[in-house]
């Protein structure tokens, strides 16, 4: 069974721009959770996609978004970026709800705005 | 405050020592996961616990619901175990609150 992946795995972008993140979960998966990452902050989650619906969001501004699709694969978009959002991107997948089962990890997208 | 504390925040152990990371939260949850994470960035999910006990080789996770408080321990450490753990407390919402992680290091 294919794991959890992530593209692009490293992207560099100017402050301003926008960029898009694609996360494709484990085959049969239904939910999908993103989380940042930086050095500072640690682990923090961004929100969760379960059957094309966001059901949870994270502390994060509206710059933030993300959506999912009918075959469970998700995207995320920041939007005017800044240089305080350079991290790394996270997504984990599950069957259902992540309170209920493991979670699945993609390698990540590292994202540095210059 | 945090809602998800852990400690040690680093960690040095001999091959072979027993070593135990703590996390303890301030949240109602509906699980506790315990996730290791290696220098590159990959996390691998290692428990995932709502009460009790879970045992994998030498790791094994605890959790104590009415005390807030959730334990991992590796016995016989190696120095392949060496990474970051992190503790994830989750609610009934799907919200996930996470600790600062423990660096491990294991010398051989």
């Known amino acids: 069974k294919a794991g959890v992946t992530q593209t692009p795995r490293y992207l560099i972008k100017t402050r301003g721009q926008q960029v898009t993140l694609s996360c494709s979960p484990i085959?049969?998966?239904?939910?999908v959770s993103w989380y940042q990452q930086t050095p500072g902050q640690g682990l923090q989650f961004l929100f969760e996609y379960f059957s094309e619906t966001q059901r949870n969001k994270g502390n994060f501004p509206g710059r933030f978004s993300g959506r999912q699709f009918s075959n469970s694969r998700s995207e995320m978009n920041v939007s005017t970026l800044e240089l305080g959002d350079s991290a790394l991107y996270l997504c984990?997948?599950?069957?259902?709800?992540?309170?209920?089962?493991?979670?699945?990890f993609g390698q990540g997208t590292r994202l540095t705005v210059v | 405050k945090n809602e998800v504390e852990q400690s040690p925040q680093n960690l040095t152990a001999q091959e072979g020592e027993f070593i135990t990371i703590n996390c303890s939260y301030s949240?109602?949850?509906?699980?506790l996961h315990w996730l290791q994470q290696h220098p590159g960035g990959g996390i691998v999910s290692l428990f995932m616990l709502s009460s009790g006990k879970k045992k994998h080789g030498r790791l094994i996770a605890t959790i104590n619901i009415q005390e807030k408080h959730s334990s991992l321990h590796i016995t016989a450490s190696h120095p392949r175990d060496s990474a970051v753990y992190i503790c994830?407390?989750?609610?009934?919402?799907?919200?996930?609150?996470f600790g600062t992680g423990t660096s491990l290091t294991v010398i051989p």
């Open positions: 085959s049969g998966h239904r939910s």
């Open positions: 984990a997948s599950t069957p259902d709800a992540p309170r209920n089962t493991e979670a699945f």
């Open positions: 994830a407390a989750v609610n009934t919402g799907n919200q996930f609150y």
């Open positions: 949240v109602g949850i509906s699980a």
